[in-house]
Protein backbone atom coordinates (compact mmCIF):
# COMPACT_ATOMS: atom_id res chain seq x y z
CA UNK A 1 0.00 0.00 0.00
CA UNK A 2 1.13 3.49 -0.82
CA UNK A 3 1.94 5.84 2.16
CA UNK A 4 2.67 9.23 2.19
CA UNK A 5 4.00 11.49 5.47
CA UNK A 6 4.53 14.92 5.95
CA UNK A 7 5.99 15.09 9.43
CA UNK A 8 5.76 19.02 9.36
CA UNK A 9 2.29 20.56 10.12
CA UNK A 10 2.83 24.18 9.87
CA UNK A 11 5.70 26.43 8.68
CA UNK A 12 5.86 30.17 9.17
CA UNK A 13 8.30 32.10 7.29
CA UNK A 14 9.16 35.83 6.41
CA UNK A 15 8.68 36.95 2.73
CA UNK A 16 12.23 36.49 0.88
CA UNK A 17 12.61 33.31 3.22
CA UNK A 18 13.40 29.89 1.65
CA UNK A 19 11.05 27.32 2.50
CA UNK A 20 11.34 23.55 2.29
CA UNK A 21 8.65 21.17 2.76
CA UNK A 22 9.73 17.30 3.73
CA UNK A 23 8.30 14.19 2.07
CA UNK A 24 8.64 10.62 2.83
CA UNK A 25 6.82 7.81 1.24
CA UNK A 26 6.73 4.00 0.96
CA UNK A 27 5.61 1.88 -1.97
CA UNK A 28 6.11 -1.78 -3.04
CA UNK A 29 6.29 -0.39 -7.00
CA UNK A 30 9.88 -0.54 -8.27
CA UNK A 31 8.63 2.57 -10.80
CA UNK A 32 6.53 5.15 -9.33
CA UNK A 33 5.59 8.75 -9.84
CA UNK A 34 5.33 11.26 -7.10
CA UNK A 35 3.71 14.66 -7.23
CA UNK A 36 3.17 18.14 -4.97
CA UNK A 37 -0.17 19.77 -4.76
CA UNK A 38 -0.47 23.25 -3.68
CA UNK A 39 -3.87 23.95 -1.91
CA UNK A 40 -4.44 27.65 -1.04
CA UNK A 41 -7.29 29.63 0.87
CA UNK A 42 -9.69 28.78 -2.30
CA UNK A 43 -10.06 25.18 -1.78
CA UNK A 44 -8.70 24.38 -5.17
CA UNK A 45 -6.04 21.64 -5.12
CA UNK A 46 -3.18 23.08 -8.17
CA UNK A 47 -1.00 20.65 -9.38
CA UNK A 48 2.75 21.94 -8.96
CA UNK A 49 5.70 18.75 -9.98
CA UNK A 50 5.18 15.56 -11.32
CA UNK A 51 8.67 13.24 -10.70
CA UNK A 52 9.69 10.14 -12.10
CA UNK A 53 11.43 7.08 -10.22
CA UNK A 54 13.69 6.45 -12.56
CA UNK A 55 14.92 10.10 -12.57
CA UNK A 56 16.58 11.24 -9.38
CA UNK A 57 17.90 14.49 -10.53
CA UNK A 58 16.91 17.36 -8.77
CA UNK A 59 15.73 19.95 -10.91
CA UNK A 60 14.73 23.77 -10.42
CA UNK A 61 11.56 24.77 -12.06
CA UNK A 62 11.25 28.72 -11.48
CA UNK A 63 11.23 29.61 -7.49
CA UNK A 64 10.80 25.77 -7.20
CA UNK A 65 12.99 22.97 -7.11
CA UNK A 66 12.96 19.62 -5.52
CA UNK A 67 14.84 16.77 -3.67
CA UNK A 68 14.28 13.25 -4.64
CA UNK A 69 16.34 10.65 -3.13
CA UNK A 70 15.30 7.22 -3.66
CA UNK A 71 17.63 5.69 -1.07
CA UNK A 72 15.72 7.45 1.83
CA UNK A 73 12.32 7.62 0.19
CA UNK A 74 12.26 11.39 0.17
CA UNK A 75 10.64 13.93 -2.13
CA UNK A 76 11.56 16.94 -0.56
CA UNK A 77 10.24 20.80 -2.03
CA UNK A 78 11.67 23.61 -1.68
CA UNK A 79 9.95 27.41 -2.52
CA UNK A 80 12.82 29.82 -2.88
CA UNK A 81 12.22 33.36 -2.47
CA UNK A 82 8.63 32.94 -0.98
CA UNK A 83 5.94 35.13 -1.51
CA UNK A 84 2.58 35.99 0.22
CA UNK A 85 1.32 34.19 -2.34
CA UNK A 86 2.89 30.81 -1.98
CA UNK A 87 0.91 30.48 1.74
CA UNK A 88 -1.30 27.60 0.77
CA UNK A 89 -1.54 24.03 2.27
CA UNK A 90 1.13 21.54 0.00
CA UNK A 91 0.55 18.01 -0.65
CA UNK A 92 2.86 15.07 -1.57
CA UNK A 93 0.92 12.61 -3.05
CA UNK A 94 1.84 9.19 -4.89
CA UNK A 95 -0.32 7.20 -7.02
CA UNK A 96 -0.20 2.78 -7.18
CA UNK A 97 1.48 1.91 -10.23
CA UNK A 98 -1.51 0.29 -11.96
CA UNK A 99 -3.75 3.74 -11.60
CA UNK A 100 -3.37 7.30 -10.86
CA UNK A 101 -5.79 7.97 -7.82
CA UNK A 102 -3.75 9.53 -5.80
CA UNK A 103 -2.80 8.97 -1.75
CA UNK A 104 -2.41 12.15 -0.19
CA UNK A 105 -0.17 13.08 2.59
CA UNK A 106 -1.66 15.29 5.83
CA UNK A 107 -0.28 18.24 4.26
CA UNK A 108 1.84 21.40 5.34
CA UNK A 109 0.72 24.47 6.08
CA UNK A 110 2.70 27.59 4.92
CA UNK A 111 2.33 30.80 6.11
CA UNK A 112 4.59 33.80 4.19
CA UNK A 113 4.11 36.88 6.12
CA UNK A 114 5.24 39.93 4.56
CA UNK B 1 -13.53 29.20 -17.83
CA UNK B 2 -13.07 25.25 -18.70
CA UNK B 3 -12.24 24.04 -15.63
CA UNK B 4 -13.77 21.10 -13.34
CA UNK B 5 -16.68 22.73 -11.14
CA UNK B 6 -18.57 21.53 -8.90
CA UNK B 7 -22.37 22.60 -7.12
CA UNK B 8 -23.02 23.78 -4.56
CA UNK B 9 -19.86 25.01 -3.14
CA UNK B 10 -21.44 24.76 0.54
CA UNK B 11 -24.61 22.74 1.89
CA UNK B 12 -25.76 22.99 5.29
CA UNK B 13 -28.49 20.16 6.31
CA UNK B 14 -29.64 17.91 9.23
CA UNK B 15 -28.61 14.56 10.43
CA UNK B 16 -30.94 12.06 8.13
CA UNK B 17 -31.11 14.57 5.16
CA UNK B 18 -29.95 13.31 1.60
CA UNK B 19 -27.72 15.43 -0.04
CA UNK B 20 -26.28 15.28 -3.68
CA UNK B 21 -23.35 17.23 -5.56
CA UNK B 22 -22.34 17.58 -8.93
CA UNK B 23 -18.81 17.56 -10.36
CA UNK B 24 -18.27 18.85 -14.20
CA UNK B 25 -15.26 17.80 -14.93
CA UNK B 26 -13.23 19.47 -18.40
CA UNK B 27 -14.51 18.09 -21.15
CA UNK B 28 -12.20 16.28 -23.02
CA UNK B 29 -11.50 14.58 -19.39
CA UNK B 30 -12.27 10.71 -19.51
CA UNK B 31 -11.56 10.08 -15.70
CA UNK B 32 -13.46 11.10 -13.06
CA UNK B 33 -12.21 11.25 -9.58
CA UNK B 34 -13.88 12.00 -6.10
CA UNK B 35 -12.22 12.52 -2.80
CA UNK B 36 -13.39 13.55 0.52
CA UNK B 37 -10.70 16.19 2.86
CA UNK B 38 -11.74 16.66 6.30
CA UNK B 39 -9.94 19.67 8.35
CA UNK B 40 -6.53 19.12 8.87
CA UNK B 41 -6.06 16.52 6.37
CA UNK B 42 -4.83 15.08 3.08
CA UNK B 43 -7.94 14.27 0.08
CA UNK B 44 -8.79 10.85 0.50
CA UNK B 45 -9.73 8.88 -2.59
CA UNK B 46 -13.47 7.53 -2.85
CA UNK B 47 -14.23 6.60 -6.26
CA UNK B 48 -13.23 7.22 -9.79
CA UNK B 49 -15.06 6.75 -13.26
CA UNK B 50 -13.64 6.04 -16.77
CA UNK B 51 -16.01 7.41 -19.32
CA UNK B 52 -19.84 6.16 -17.65
CA UNK B 53 -17.88 2.76 -15.84
CA UNK B 54 -17.37 3.35 -12.09
CA UNK B 55 -13.89 1.08 -11.77
CA UNK B 56 -13.33 1.85 -7.91
CA UNK B 57 -15.30 2.32 -4.96
CA UNK B 58 -12.80 2.96 -1.67
CA UNK B 59 -13.83 1.41 1.69
CA UNK B 60 -14.56 5.02 2.66
CA UNK B 61 -17.81 4.52 0.47
CA UNK B 62 -20.53 3.07 2.74
CA UNK B 63 -23.80 1.87 1.10
CA UNK B 64 -25.08 5.34 2.27
CA UNK B 65 -23.01 6.95 -0.66
CA UNK B 66 -23.50 6.41 -4.40
CA UNK B 67 -21.99 8.01 -7.38
CA UNK B 68 -23.09 7.90 -10.69
CA UNK B 69 -21.78 9.17 -14.24
CA UNK B 70 -24.32 8.64 -16.91
CA UNK B 71 -22.85 9.51 -19.66
CA UNK B 72 -19.37 10.00 -18.97
CA UNK B 73 -19.55 13.80 -18.61
CA UNK B 74 -21.25 15.28 -15.50
CA UNK B 75 -21.03 12.99 -12.22
CA UNK B 76 -23.44 13.47 -9.28
CA UNK B 77 -22.14 12.28 -5.87
CA UNK B 78 -25.05 10.98 -3.44
CA UNK B 79 -25.09 10.80 0.75
CA UNK B 80 -28.48 9.39 1.70
CA UNK B 81 -28.97 9.49 5.69
CA UNK B 82 -26.43 12.01 6.54
CA UNK B 83 -24.38 12.04 9.59
CA UNK B 84 -22.38 14.67 11.32
CA UNK B 85 -19.20 12.25 10.32
CA UNK B 86 -20.31 13.37 6.56
CA UNK B 87 -19.14 16.54 7.44
CA UNK B 88 -16.08 17.31 4.92
CA UNK B 89 -14.96 19.14 1.85
CA UNK B 90 -16.12 16.46 -1.11
CA UNK B 91 -13.42 16.99 -3.94
CA UNK B 92 -14.00 15.97 -7.43
CA UNK B 93 -11.05 15.64 -10.41
CA UNK B 94 -10.54 14.77 -13.99
CA UNK B 95 -7.96 13.99 -15.91
CA UNK B 96 -6.96 12.50 -19.39
CA UNK B 97 -6.39 8.29 -19.05
CA UNK B 98 -2.48 7.61 -19.70
CA UNK B 99 -1.89 10.88 -18.66
CA UNK B 100 0.32 10.59 -15.77
CA UNK B 101 -1.43 11.59 -12.20
CA UNK B 102 -1.93 15.33 -13.15
CA UNK B 103 -5.85 15.58 -11.50
CA UNK B 104 -7.08 18.65 -12.28
CA UNK B 105 -9.28 19.70 -9.28
CA UNK B 106 -12.38 21.68 -8.37
CA UNK B 107 -12.77 23.75 -5.59
CA UNK B 108 -14.74 21.37 -3.69
CA UNK B 109 -18.52 20.94 -2.14
CA UNK B 110 -18.34 21.99 1.75
CA UNK B 111 -20.99 20.06 3.54
CA UNK B 112 -21.83 20.62 7.12
CA UNK B 113 -24.13 18.13 8.53
CA UNK B 114 -25.99 20.08 11.99
Known amino acids: AQKVTQAQTEISVVEKEDVTLDCVYE???????LFWYKQPPSGELVFLIRRNSFDEQNEISGRYSWNFQKSTSSFNFTITASQVVDSAVYFC???????????FGAGTTVTVRA | DTGVSQDPRHKITKRGQNVTFRCDPI?????LYWYRQTLGQGPEFLTY????????KSRLLSDRFSAERPKGSFSTLEIQRTEQGDSAMYLC????????????FGEGSRLTVL
Open chain 1, 27 to 33: TRDTTYY
Open chain 2, 49 to 56: FQNEAQLE
Open chain 1, 93 to 103: ALPPLDDYKLS
Open chain 2, 93 to 104: ASSLRGDTGELF
Open chain 2, 27 to 31: SEHNR
